[in-house]
T-cell receptor
Framework: KNEVEQSPQNLTAQEGEFITINCSYS?????LHWLQQHPGGGIVSLFM???GKKKHGRLIATINIQEKHSSLHITASHPRDSAVYIC????????????FGTGTLLAVQP | GAVVSQHPSRVICKSGTSVKIECRSL??????MFWYRQFPKQSLMLMAT?????????EQGVEKDKFLINHASLTLSTLTVTSAHPEDSSFYIC???????????????FGPGTRLTVL
């Protein structure tokens, strides 16, 4: 079992739909990252969370430390949101290494 | 701010040759750089962590003699794949972390990646 699990693995949505991607982890963490990887491969860091909720434009990320769960929401989805969304956690120890989920492939159709 | 570049973006080489990939932090000093590889439809796998001026720390199962990492300055780290074989074909991504107070010190800033194909 992976230490970081994402669901769903694949998601197809119609433009305008509200999208939720989930991430569960089994290790103690100091922070959780949501990353976006476009087809060309480049990765963009969307959020870093250690508690609560963050919002940036149409993106919202939440984390529940007790339940070891985080969600990434996209409101009013658009085809340009099509990408792989990756959850990554940083261990709670002195290390700054990240453990990555396998990603969620999102396709938003016009 | 916080731009990380990689060069080359794509490289094709013959089996047995060595390939060097550069990772640069363009507008900040990277005290720590990470090297990842990613196989198709799989997640990123950490290969090694490098701190400027010291030897890289390799993850278990990663051959340090095959994947040579040098972090000679605060803006440049290089990964050299020595005696490349077809199974080394992969997408290699670097990321950089900083202690600069003007940026998030907890965030890894990712490069665009280098696609290596070994024939």
């Amino acid at each position: 079992k992976n230490e970081v699990e994402q669901s769903p693995q694949n998601l197809t949505a119609q433009e305008g739909e509200f999208i939720t991607i989930n991430c569960s982890y089994s290790v103690g963490i100091s922070a959780l990252h949501w990353l976006q990887q476009h087809p060309g491969g480049g990765i963009v860091s969307l959020f870093m969370l250690s508690s609560g909720k963050k919002k940036h434009g149409r993106l919202i990320a939440t984390i529940n430390i007790q339940e070891k769960h985080s969600s990434l929401h996209i409101t009013a989805s658009h085809p340009r949101d099509s990408a792989v969304y990756i959850c990554a956690v940083r261990w709670g120890g002195a290390t700054n290494k990240l453990i990555f989920g396998t990603g969620t492939l999102l396709a938003v159709q016009p | 701010g916080a731009v990380v570049s990689q060069h080359p973006s794509r490289v094709i080489c013959k089996s047995g040759t060595s390939v060097k990939i550069e990772c640069r932090s363009l507008d900040f000093q990277a005290t720590t750089m990470f090297w990842y590889r990613q196989f198709p439809k799989q997640s990123l796998m950490l290969m090694a962590t490098s701190n400027e001026g010291s030897k890289a720390t390799y993850e278990q199962g990663v051959e340090k003699d095959k994947f040579l990492i040098n972090h000679a300055s605060l803006t440049l780290s290089t990964l050299t794949v020595t005696s490349a074989h077809p199974e080394d074909s992969s997408f290699y991504i670097c990321s950089a972390q900083t202690t600069s107070a003007s940026l998030s010190t907890d965030t890894q800033y990712f490069g665009p990646g280098t696609r290596l194909t070994v024939l």
